[in-house]
């Protein structure tokens, strides 16, 4: 048997001080290759005046791009792996990062010059050569459409889109169906704020006073100085459509949790438990019935209906069950007040039993008590309301008896789980592959070959959240991609 994700709580040693947890939340943070990437990114927006967008866009402050340049101008941020700690540069690494500086502003003036001399030269060519042959003056998307047809002769198809700034799927659209016409105007409503009104409120949240203020701080601050932009909506109106409403504060980010995977190879080696709600006389009136499950046979290994859910309840429940049915090496629940409370992980620790529990608000971490519960309130045996906690136990006393005794189970070959939980599941299987042998060789026409249905395949495992095979993962991933 395989385990993973178990309660690491659970173990021998009992008196010694607890160990800090391993799944509290943690605050937003940057491996050195995110703080390069987000600093390259912050340098090209600046290039092009809309740095402090980038930074709303991406929740970042000013004051970690000032930083993070630093300790990258100092070489302490290249080749750091994801958790580095990386510290103060040396005067060495300073005047690194200073001839490093000089060096990429040289590379950058370089290459934009190179770049803006072959497309200055060929769009003025294709200006002269249009404007003398065309009638009236080319508007600016004809003209970057014959700059691309004229550059993917020399470049390849998306250099050309690239060097043009066009796109290559409406060129060839409209070379195949023609230009598109433009659609039909729409009036404006009155009230709208005009380009230039919406270009001066962006410009006042991006300024250097406003970037890393609120739009709800900056209307209180300018209408205490007598200044009215807009209502707050508007404000994170603008901010919206220019996509600059992010999360930039440092909240805790729970980590996400890891799914229990449990494998039973055999009876008596792991037990699923839950508790559900019967309903009782009247509306409002509950009962509580305990239910616990051998997940290899689906066999009801106990149950026991009470008029309230409590750990002590529980903790005489999971006793019952052990001293009948033996003790399991895992027992598995969900995170409700009993399954998690400390009667109960004391009683499975002191008897060297591992706890495993589900994923918060995961009912599928939980699948063989909830399949048993669905079959139990499905049944047409299953009444509206119980008149008594006493017709409650009796229902249940039939029910389960039946279920383990009777009832043929999907799950398991059409084996019932007594059969399985108790070892006469083999005799039985060889049984019905001779009736089925025996119609065979009676009525071969009948039969397409012989007959082994695999309904009656007993698996040799039983699993809670079987792992994904690799291959299946890599299939997964490329899809995604």
């Avoid at 300073?94 to 990429?104: N, P, Y």
Wanted: proline share 6%.
């Amino acid at each position: 048997m395989t385990l993973n994700t178990l309660d690491p709580s659970v173990g021998d040693d009992r008196g010694m001080a607890k160990k800090p947890r391993t799944d509290r939340p943690r605050r937003r943070s940057f491996s050195p290759a995110e703080k390069l990437r987000l600093l390259a990114g912050y340098e090209t927006a600046t290039a092009s005046g809309t740095g402090n967008a980038f930074l709303r866009e991406n929740g970042l402050y000013s004051s970690l791009i000032s930083e993070w340049r630093r300790t990258r101008d100092a070489g302490l941020l290249t080749g750091k792996p994801a958790g580095a700690v990386v510290g103060r540069p040396s005067a060495d690494q300073a005047e690194i990062a200073r001839l490093r500086r000089q060096l990429d502003v040289a590379e950058r003036r370089l290459s934009r010059t190179e770049a803006a001399l072959s497309i200055m030269g060929k769009a003025q060519a294709l200006l002269e050569d249009i404007s003398e042959s065309a009638d009236r003056p080319p508007t600016s998307k004809t003209v970057m459409t014959g700059a691309y047809h004229q550059l993917r002769v020399h470049v390849s198809h998306r250099a050309a889109a690239g060097l043009a700034g066009v796109s290559r799927a409406t060129v060839h659209r409209r070379a195949v169906l023609g230009p598109v016409r433009p659609p039909a105007p729409r009036a404006a409503p009155v009230n709208r704020l005009s380009t230039a009104e919406r270009a001066q409120i962006l410009a006042v949240l991006n300024s250097d006073r406003f970037v890393d203020t609120t739009p709800i701080e900056v209307f209180s601050t300018l209408l205490d100085e007598g200044v009215y932009l807009a209502s707050v909506a508007t404000l994170y109106r603008v901010l919206r459509e220019n996509r600059q409403v992010t999360e930039r504060r440092r909240l805790a980010r729970h980590p996400a949790r890891v799914r229990p995977e449990l494998i039973a190879t055999g009876p008596g080696q792991v037990f699923t438990w839950d508790i559900t709600k019967l309903p009782g006389p009247s509306r409002g009136v509950y009962y509580d019935a305990y239910v616990m499950i051998d997940i290899f046979s689906r066999y009801i290994v106990g149950h026991k209906v009470a008029a309230t859910e409590s750990a002590v309840l529980a903790e005489d429940f999971i006793t019952g069950v052990f001293a009948v049915h033996g003790i399991p090496h895992v027992v598995h629940a969900d995170r409700g007040t009993s399954m998690t409370s400390k009667k109960v992980a004391d009683l499975l620790a002191d008897l060297h039993v591992l706890r495993s529990h589900s994923r918060p608000h995961v009912s599928n971490d939980n699948p063989y008590s909830e399949a048993a519960f669905k079959t139990v309130k499905y049944h047409p045996s299953f009444p509206g309301r119980f008149g008594s906690i006493q017709d409650a136990r009796a229902f249940c006393d039939s029910f389960f008896t039946w279920y383990n005794h009777e009832h043929h189970h999907t799950g398991i070959g059409l084996h019932t789980p007594a059969a399985v939980h108790y070892g006469h599941a083999d005799a039985i299987t060889v049984a019905r592959q001779q009736v089925l042998d025996t119609a065979w060789t009676r009525n071969p026409e009948r039969f397409t070959r012989r007959p082994q249905p695999k309904s009656l395949r007993l698996a040799g495992t039983a699993w809670i959240n079987k792992p994904v095979p690799a291959t299946d993962q890599n299939e997964a991933l490329i899809l995604a991609a």
